[in-house]
């Protein structure tokens, strides 16, 4: 597993090279704008059962055969497999989020994953619909801009926003995020 120190150090190695003043801006920034990426993953992991619970139900809602006999939510026990399995990529997204690096994404979550669903007849679209609803929701929370039309009554705001810019390269960097679990499953 990787971080973006880590990160700098092996691709400088891999090169022969010392580390170069690039490298060391981009690290700068990172350390710079370390405050906002902590609130970032905050905003995702204090609000994630809730992010994981609305995006299966969202995902049953618009796909209702999936809790019916025959459909990969049914019975409870597969219905909690699920559930599982969603909270177990948001975890993994806010991890890659904190490091800076998606390497832990993909070795300790993504790594097989596609086989094992291709095994267990998991359908791939229906997860890629809750990992994309999710995407949105994570977009929304390090935003701390929660539409109320859509959040009702369990709207909630951390308040810690650095409002200029809502966060827009983190928001982009998490998206990426949520964005490999969709290729590496699709
Ligand atoms: C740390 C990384 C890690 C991951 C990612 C992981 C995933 C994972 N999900 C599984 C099952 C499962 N995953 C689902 C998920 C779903 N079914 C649906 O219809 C939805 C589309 C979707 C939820 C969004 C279901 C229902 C099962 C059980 C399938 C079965 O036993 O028939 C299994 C098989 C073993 C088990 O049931 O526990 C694994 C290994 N396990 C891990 O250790």
Redesign the pocket.
């Known amino acids: 597993m990787l971080d973006s120190f880590s990160r700098a150090v092996v691709t400088a190695d891999a090169k022969t090279a010392a580390i170069g003043g690039a490298d060391l801006n981009a690290l700068k920034g990172f350390i710079a704008e370390g405050n906002k990426r902590l609130d970032a993953v905050n905003a995702i992991a204090s609000n994630a059962s809730c992010c994981v619970s609305d ?2 139900a969202g ?1 049953i809602c618009e796909n209702q055969g ?1 809790i019916q006999a025959g ?3 049914y019975p409870n ?3 909690a ?6 909270e ?2 948001l975890r ?1 997204v806010t991890y890659a989020l904190l490091a800076g690096d998606a390497s832990v994404l993909d070795d ?3 790594n097989g ?1 596609k086989e ?2 291709a095994a ?5 679209t ?2 890629v ?3 994309q609803i999710m995407k949105a929701q994570a977009a929304a929370h390090i935003q701390d801009n929660p539409s109320e039309a859509l959040a009702g009554a369990k709207l909630r705001k951390m308040g810690s926003i650095v409002v200029e810019d809502r966060c827009a390269t983190l928001v982009a960097e998490a998206s990426s995020y949520f964005d490999r679990v969709i290729s590496a499953l699709s």
Do not use: E, K
């Open positions: 995006a299966v995902m999936l459909g990969n939510c026990r597969r219905m497999a699920c559930l599982r399995d969603a177990i990529v993994y300790r979550c993504l994953l094992t669903y267990l007849g998991v359908p791939t229906s997860t619909r809750a990992v």
